[in-house]
């Protein structure tokens, strides 16, 4: 009921119609940028959030002092909190963006016709990228650096909790933009905290919008799903598994899922459940399981690895489906390759998922048969990442099946046309 | 209001409830078939249909008296005919797409990291695809074929103009992947004609349906864009144009601009509005547009159009918005390139455009500043067809930005996933 037409919600009508139109506007100069000018106003940007880091730090101040009058975790409080070292790493972030290749005009493939014709795909920016985000005020920076490297105008829509922040980084990108002479409405944020404001974002403002990019928890992701009348780059949560088989290397798997589960809890490609082949409980289990107590792991188990291993908790139906971003792993048995693919396909929120073996065959039907956006082998789930990757940057990691799936970076954030050739070819 | 609670509307739920969980179901042995399996049942339901041609004739024509009762218009009557050559026409086209490449497992990029793991981004299909289309009883077999060969589950709801027709294809293509021991399900057409079902599949049935594609008129893509709670393949109308440039070879322009017209009117690759260059009026119009009267075209004419060309009607303003589908084209004088892109961002369906030039500089601005899925230079608009393409099949053109755009064929029809290879990396 946040967006009924009400004195206000008209007001955050007008106000977001505004913004929609000018965002429409700004991306048609943004498309046929060049290169140069998109780095140079890059760089620029990367400056101005150096040379404003006392301005930026204030703001901060203000919110990281509400969020302690709200009494918010000291999770949430470290997510908000900026200091030197983290306004330098925004600023290098940016700069990086500038380093990547521009995605924009990339012939992705070309093929001639009979008939003379020469038809080319090539990559063109998505338009308008409309991006809902909560508490991290680094994702202002690199949201907005990473639609402009690939030629989209971004409408930033930040938590109340970040909102001082997001609004000094804000600024100091808009200077950027404006001494390298692209438009302002390039990275527009908008202005105010009433979630009216999103409910029109959802809707695409009549038109303005070619997508959202929702990064948040639960509550933000189900609200978009449900509302968008545009597309969306589904970001679900990330319950990743780790399978590991009979043929696994000992030593091997120990280290891979301590890593998984323990390097960060805090990450969407973080090990929330362990699958044991069940001809693999006498050998593989008790080290794992020691491994990650030591390193301070709550285990929850099911029948099976509470016998093998007491000190175990059980593990309810529910532990199945939850992610804990925390150091706690469930651990459920399965009866070899075909066990983990039902339990897997059951439960995944097809994020990332991974399996140690030396099986080829196991390996082949992991690949085959279970559909997450990625899959690894020998490899720790931790690796889900677009820097991992090799693809620089991103804005997240998509669950969904279409267009952008596993890390979205500047290529995911693009579309592309077909440009076809001819020397008066008609048709017959 | 068609899909509200009432009896009949939980008696819809509950059937397309059940429907969704047997194509989900269905899309776990497709998604890993081989492409010999699926070629088999493809020819067998070539085959079938050929088999059936006496009861898909005695079908049609039940549609086709139900459609002469109700007044259809010539052309909707055409569209629902089957005959002897049509019915020979879909079992080819059937033959045709199981005799294109199987894109599912294809390795679409593959790279290599600093760490050692290697990244393949490999095709998989999307899973569960619903099609909602209108009278072309041909679009069962095509859909039904395309779905399958790209290792989808598809949901087939068809138009009431042509319910006898599409069940007894329906039919035929069951009995084919019957016979290659494929399961049913993997082609389910909605058995029932009433309007809430259309509601039903465009929730997406509780996560069963991944995608809907729309084949159909504005009214259907605006019930779907408005109502789907999935993502969609967005078909809006063809509204094309050519843009003729001063220095556009003169026989060249009259050629495309007829082929592209009057070929065939009823396409959404036909011509509907031609621009030309204010400096080509007195070398380039007359003739362009005799040779479009000759052929049988209406002209509606701006001011300078109809200053120069008496016989044309005067355009109003709805005419630059219209797709006529029909013997008709509006014509604008427009102020060289500039004026073009101007004219064509303001109108565009975003669908076909065309530029007729000698001029590079006027196509490489065409080419960057028009952001339509296919643009042409010197080539008839009509080019716009997966076939031609060279694509083989295709169940639509796509005007979105997202996933699909352009013609939609097996490729389009898929989604992908990463599969990346380890010795036991973990993050550091």
Known sequence: MLD???DNGSEIRTLMAGIGLRARAASAPLSIATTQAKNAALNAMASQVETAREAILLANAKDMEAGRARSFTAAVLDRLTLDEGRIAAIADSIRAIAGLPDPVGEVMTEWDRPNGLHIERV???????????ESRPNVTADAGALCLKSGNAVILRGGSDSVHSSRAIHAALVEGLREAGLPDDAIQLVPTTDRAAVGELLTGLSGAVDVIVPRGGKSLVARVEADARVPVFAH?????????DKSAELDMAVEIVANAKMRRTGICGALETLLIDRTALDTHLIPILNRLAERGCEIRGDEAVCAAWPQAKVAEDADWATEYLDAIVSVAVVDGISGAIQHINRWSSRHTEAIVAEDDDAVGR????????????????????GGEFGMGAEIGIATGKMHARGPVGLEQLCSFKYRVRGTGQTRP
């Open 366 to 385: 992991f690949f085959a048969e279970i559909d997450s956006a990625i899959l690894l082998h020998n490899a720790s789930t931790q690796f889900a990442d």
């Open 123 to 133: 990559r063109t920016p998505l338009g308008v990228v409309g991006v809902i985000y």
């Open 236 to 244: 679900l949560e990330g319950l990743c598994h780790i399978y590991v």
């Open 4 to 6: 009924r037409v009400d």
